[in-house]
């Protein structure tokens, strides 16, 4: 309707880190903390479902490096034009498990595939869409196989079973993309108390942006 004020472009928030750091718990604590959306990825939208059960499934046919970054991108793009976009485009602060440079990190430093390709890729699948804000929940490779083996997980997927060579490569990767941009993330130390953990990454969002909408009503 005329006249109406446009909304105020909303808030991307992407916890990062390697399988067993605890994100996806600090992700769901961060997005009802601010009464922001929660997403994920792989998977969050009906082809992405079909995607994570290619990517992941242990018994999924084998296929290439690249053919593995293709498919990833093809969930970001689904993800960013079906659920991240219209959320901001609506002034919703969006909270992800995952987003960007999980590519980077697992295609990139775990595969080894060509960094600045990855690069381009990841940039037009999600649209130019960019965290304001990715924290890193940073855990020891041990620390993290310790609590997937404690959590009594069935079976391990398809890139949890490369091993902590592998998972040690990723982890490189997430810091080294951390270090590259201080002012786009936030490193925290996964192996601290969960709760109080929240109530540190909550303080700094807020430090960073203010109140989310949900706050100001």
């Known amino acids: 309707m005329a006249g109406e004020p446009v909304p105020i472009r909303g808030r991307l928030l992407a916890l990062e880190g390697i399988d067993g750091c605890g994100k996806s718990t600090q992700a769901r604590a961060l997005s009802e903390a601010l009464g922001a959306e929660l997403t994920y990825e792989p998977g969050a939208t009906p082809l992405g479902a079909r995607l994570r059960?290619?990517?992941?499934a242990p018994d999924a046919p084998p296929f290439a490096d690249r053919t593995e970054a293709l498919l990833m991108a093809a969930d970001r793009a689904?993800?960013?034009a079906q659920v991240i976009e219209p959320a901001l485009a609506a002034g919703a602060w969006v909270v992800t498990d995952r987003f960007s440079a999980s590519t980077i990190a697992y295609q990139g430093y775990g595969r080894?595939?060509?960094?600045d390709g990855l690069r381009a890729l990841v940039s037009w699948a999600a649209a130019g869409v960019v965290?304001?804000?990715?924290v890193l929940v940073d855990v020891p490779v041990e620390v993290a196989a310790a609590r997937l083996a404690a959590a009594g997980r069935r079976g391990a997927d398809r890139l949890e079973?490369?091993?902590p060579d592998f998972a040690a490569?990723?982890?490189d990767g997430f810091l080294a993309q951390a270090a590259a941009e201080p002012s786009r993330w936030l490193v925290v130390d996964g192996t601290a108390d969960a709760s109080g953990l929240t109530a540190h990454i909550v303080?700094?969002?807020h430090e960073r942006f203010g109140d989310p909408p949900a706050a100001r009503r």
Request: proline share 4%; glycine share 8%; aromatic share 0%.
């Open 78 to 80: 689904e993800h960013v």
């Open 203 to 205: 303080d700094v969002v």
């Open 131 to 134: 965290p304001d804000l990715s």
């Open 112 to 115: 080894g595939l060509d960094s």
């Open 169 to 171: 490569a990723v982890r």
């Open 161 to 163: 079973r490369l091993g």
């Open 53 to 56: 059960e290619l990517l992941l």
